[in-house]
């Protein structure tokens, strides 16, 4: 299984400002997502980061506000852009293996607090 | 499309009791089937899975699941749980083919001493 690991691992930010999360994979992978968990709540796919392409968004998450990178087989980023309160949630990032493509495995999460 | 139930949104349970935590799912199409647990303060850790095959699956940390195709229901069962046990547990379906899970909304299984 990929071992998926995210910076930073929390933050609290102020308002109006930007965060950019990191996720690095221990291994090279087909797919990697990135997810968000509102408080106590189950998680909602953001988008699906391709490789050297524009990130797939679904329904209610545009680019300009959730900008995705994918450099790599290996490494991601999402940027939260002109954060509001009602952005503080977990982020996680997931990956499917090229040996395994059943199953995600998803990072440790980065807890964003937004004053 | 797919949807996941749990129905169940906390499980109180005493330690070294067993328990069962609920998954039904809808599908038109085959799917495999996944729990996941989520500590607190941490990330999804899969549990355990069902691709094909035997029906009884054997997770980790001693938890089993069994996929039941007429019931549509993938039940997370354990005999004997432990305080650490004490997190969120997640159901998800996979259409085949497709990398993306639906997830349901979670079980809090909370073990008392």
């Known amino acids: 299984s990929a071992v998926i690991s995210q910076k930073p691992s929390r933050d609290i930010c102020q308002r109006g400002t930007s965060l950019t999360i990191q996720c690095q994979v221990d291994s090279q992978v087909t797919m990697m997502f990135w997810y968000r968990q509102q408080p106590g709540q189950s998680l909602t796919l953001i988008a699906t980061a391709n490789q050297g392409s524009e990130a797939t968004y679904e329904s209610g998450f545009v680019i300009d506000k959730f900008p995705i990178s994918r450099p790599n087989l290996t490494f991601s980023t999402l940027t939260v852009s002109n954060m509001s309160p009602e952005d503080s949630s977990i982020y996680l990032c997931s990956a499917v293996g090229l040996a395994v493509t059943d199953t995600q495995y998803f990072g440790p999460g980065t807890r964003l607090t937004v004053l | 499309a797919q949807s996941v139930t749990q129905l169940d949104s906390q499980v109180p349970v005493f330690e070294e009791a067993p328990v069962e935590l609920r998954c039904n799912y809808s599908?038109?199409?085959?799917?495999?089937l996944f729990w996941y647990v989520q500590y607190p303060n941490q990330g999804l850790q899969l549990l355990l899975k069902?691709?094909?095959?035997?029906?009884l699956v054997k997770g980790i940390n001693g938890f089993e699941a069994e996929f039941n195709k007429s019931q549509t229901s993938f039940h997370l069962r354990k005999p004997s749980v432990h305080i650490s046990d004490t997190a969120e547990y997640f159901c998800a379906v996979t259409v085949r083919g497709s990398y993306i899970p639906t997830f349901g909304r979670g079980t809090s299984l909370i073990v008392h001493p």
């Open positions: 069902y691709l094909s095959g035997s029906t």
């Open positions: 599908s038109s199409v085959s799917v495999y």
